[in-house]
């Protein structure tokens, strides 16, 4: 009786209550549900308009320019085009405090140089296409005209409304009207304004570069009309959100903007704002939050459905075939891997992204900075482990050999566009000496006439093609010895990080005491077969 | 007689799974090698650190409460006998030289290693640990995790160590299973018994 009851009590001590708590370790604590903090947006698609613009008579007068339309918005939406004025979509430039002891500046498209076309300026016919204005085809234009500002670019809601190539933001006239680009029908598009949808947005922010997903990579047409595993918010099976319902707008200024072209920490879209900062319904996770930001996790590839531009090498730009004629080579992928107007690319799709530190400032290469590194950095995300503002982030890389002055030491910009030959620009005359020196003569700034090419790079931030919540990275992505952070070693990252030397004295020690106690065990059991 | 009791049986082995689910899960995170998962092995350290620290306070309470820790008080009397009986005696069947009484049933050597485990080993795994837990949140001015990671590193080897000294010094009894089963049932007979 009484060994009963010791078995039942040992039972109870040394198997049941560790096993109890081993188990509840397992069961409560080893798995994590699937939750998520719910998110309460309120949505372009749920907007009602107030008015129906065909109603309006003003709308109804026969327009003879698109600065007539202009007009007509303005004299019942008065004081909009202040609004909007003040904003870098129509200045192309924002004053900024540059990060360290850079100082005060003011940049934008409209005066940074980049490693694609190297830069805007001075390439207004083609470029300015871009800007939300008419007529910025040279220094001359004038920025205080509010007749200037093109609305219809933004809030056409009848997709028919389209800017010209080549004409600086104009839309076709009667002299100029082609098939793709016929005249826009004013009342129509006037009488059907609303606000901006994903193509509204797109037809600039998609096509950056000359062409689809060029600059970007994560911003592209597909976002159009796109699966939940391309992007979760934007996909047309979820939510189909537009561009405004994370960048949200007070008086036409819209929150937003990539580091390509700005430098400081406001005015910006972050996720919490959504999603709050502890979104995962799980403490380890959410911790995560203070070092990493939630793209590299949520963005695991960019470029998810068409190619992006990786890398452009102009020292091969202006080759002519036999003719005499500039010509094109594609990959197997049917991208273009060489264009005489441009140089040897490199394009790709479903890219992983590379990650820095980056505290939401970013320096810039002014036109008066000289080289002093190379690769040059076209823009430098700024951050750090030892910086507790930073957060490891995506970014695309967008590698270049461009144009410099070898004598005064610059990054140079051409003049690429001109509509007709004989201008000098480079894409019609293809003398890179001529466009090299037309290009810095635009800017005031001096050509040596000594020019070759440098490596650059420029960095772009990845903030869309937000992936489904299983496609998200996975610990061991970065947790494990070559891991995707493998190059961003100024920290010690769990799972990633050891130190050999301890590492191998403590296994050397280890099989130490195993030979030694199999050693003394061996001697045990032969002194014990000796005595016998 | 009764050596351990339920508390001591009970502490034991549970610290005995802790310990080696600590380790295992420990390992992993380290990227030793794969087991659980990289995910899952992180939640079960993180919950095996507390139910492991919940166990050291209880079980010191209890030492001081009911006088056992005298028995991880150090001395140096038998210590060279002890060290001598392990590298020879042992070998010619000779006795222990420690007697187990109740209150002072481990050996000058265990003493020495089991309180170190308990004032030094496990005090530094579990600061060390919990700094790794919780070094991000911002009162916890922490420049770099690295030597935290390197001190909880060598904490973890150092157990490694010992695991499997101890594993092989429980066979060292009056016979193979004698330390074992002590250890499951609580009771032994002691030399003291047997002159009886």
């Given amino acids: 009786m009484k060994s009963i009851k010791s078995f039942l009590v040992s039972l109870i001590v040394v198997v049941l209550l560790p096993g109890v708590i081993v188990y509840t370790i397992f069961v409560y604590y080893g798995s994590r549900e699937q939750q998520h903090v719910p998110v309460h947006a309120e949505l372009r698609a749920d907007h009602i308009s107030s008015v129906d613009h065909s109603q309006f008579e003003v709308l109804q007068q026969e327009f003879k320019t698109p600065q007539d339309v202009t007009a007509a918005c303005i004299s019942c939406h008065n004081g909009r085009d202040e609004e909007i004025m003040a904003t870098a979509h129509w200045k192309w430039e924002r004053d900024v405090t540059l990060p360290g002891d850079r100082g005060e500046a003011t940049i934008g498209k409209k005066n940074l140089l980049n490693n694609f076309c190297t830069g805007a300026i001075g390439n207004n016919g083609s470029c300015m296409r871009c800007h939300i204005g008419y007529g910025w085809k040279d220094k001359s234009f004038d920025f205080s005209d509010p007749k200037n500002v093109d609305c219809l670019v933004c809030h056409d809601l009848t997709q028919t409304y389209k800017k010209k190539k080549g004409e600086a933001g104009f839309p076709s006239t009667a002299e100029n009207a082609t098939a793709d680009f016929p005249v826009p029908d004013y009342n129509l598009v006037a009488q059907s304004v609303g606000l901006p949808d994903k193509n509204n947005c797109g037809i600039c922010h998609f096509y950056g570069g000359g062409g689809n997903n060029v600059k970007h990579g994560d911003l592209e047409e597909a976002l159009l009309d796109c699966s939940f595993d391309v992007d979760v918010h934007m996909s047309s099976d979820s939510l189909n959100m537009a561009c405004i319902d994370c960048h949200r707008t007070e008086q036409h200024n819209i929150t937003g903007k990539l580091y390509s072209v700005s430098a400081m920490n406001k005015n910006r879209v972050l996720c919490e704002q959504c999603h709050t900062d502890k979104p995962h319904m799980d403490q380890i996770l959410d911790q995560h939050y203070s070092k990493v930001a939630c793209q590299t996790c949520h963005i695991p590839t960019y470029a998810k459905v068409n190619a992006t531009k990786l890398y452009w090498d102009w020292s091969s730009a202006g080759k002519l075939d036999e003719e005499g004629e500039p010509f094109l080579e594609s990959d197997g992928y049917g991208n273009h891997n060489y264009l005489s107007i441009k140089g040897n690319f490199i394009w790709d799709d479903h890219v992983t992204p590379e990650y820095y530190w980056f505290n939401g400032t970013a320096d810039h290469i002014l036109i008066d900075d000289t080289i002093s590194e190379i690769p040059v950095k076209i823009n430098t995300l700024m951050g750090s482990y030892k910086d507790s503002t930073s957060r490891i982030w995506p970014v695309k890389v967008h590698r270049g050999k461009q144009i410099y002055d070898t004598e005064y030491k610059n990054l140079i910009t051409m003049k690429l566009w001109a509509a007709e030959t004989g201008e000098g620009a480079f894409w019609k005359d293809f003398n890179l000496y001529t466009a090299a020196s037309l290009g810095m003569d635009y800017i005031d700034k001096p050509f040596s006439g000594k020019y070759d090419f440098v490596k650059t790079e420029a960095y772009w931030p990845l903030n869309h093609m937000v992936s489904p919540k299983d496609q998200a990275l996975t610990c061991t992505e970065c947790h494990s010895r070559e891991g995707r952070l493998a190059n961003l070693n100024d920290f010690y990252l769990p799972g990633r990080d050891h130190m050999p030397v301890v590492e191998q004295g403590a296994i050397w020690l280890i099989i130490l005491s195993i030979v030694g106690v199999v050693g003394h065990g061996l001697l045990r059991v032969i002194a014990s077969i000796k005595r016998k | ?196």
């Avoid at chain 2, 919990?130 to 911002?138: I, T």
């Fill in chain 2, 1 to 196: 007689m009764e050596l351990y009791s339920k508390f001591e049986r009970f502490w034991h082995w549970t610290q005995a799974v802790l310990v080696i689910l600590l380790g295992v899960t420990g390992f992993e995170i380290h990227s030793s090698f794969q087991l659980f998962g990289f995910e899952l092995a992180v939640r079960l350290h993180s919950a095996a650190a507390w139910a492991f620290l919940i166990l050291i306070v209880v079980a010191i309470f209890w030492l001081f409460v009911t006088g056992q820790y005298k028995n991880f008080v150090p001395t140096s009397e038998n210590l060279k006998a002890q060290i001598n009986y392990y590298l020879s005696g042992i070998f010619k069947n000779a006795a222990h030289p420690t007697h187990k009484t109740k209150l002072s049933k481990l050996n000058p050597l265990q003493r020495i290693v089991y309180l170190a485990l308990i004032i030094l080993v496990f005090p530094v795994q579990l600061i060390s640990g919990f700094l790794y837990m919780y070094y991000h949140y911002p009162k916890i001015h922490l420049a770099s995790l690295e030597y935290v990671a390197l001190i909880h590193v060598i904490g973890a080897f150092l157990l490694v160590i010992f695991l499997i000294v101890h594993l092989y010094l429980i066979t060292t009894g009056a016979k193979v299973w004698t330390n074992l089963w002590a250890m499951i049932t609580g009771y032994e007979e002691l030399e003291t018994e047997k002159k009886k």
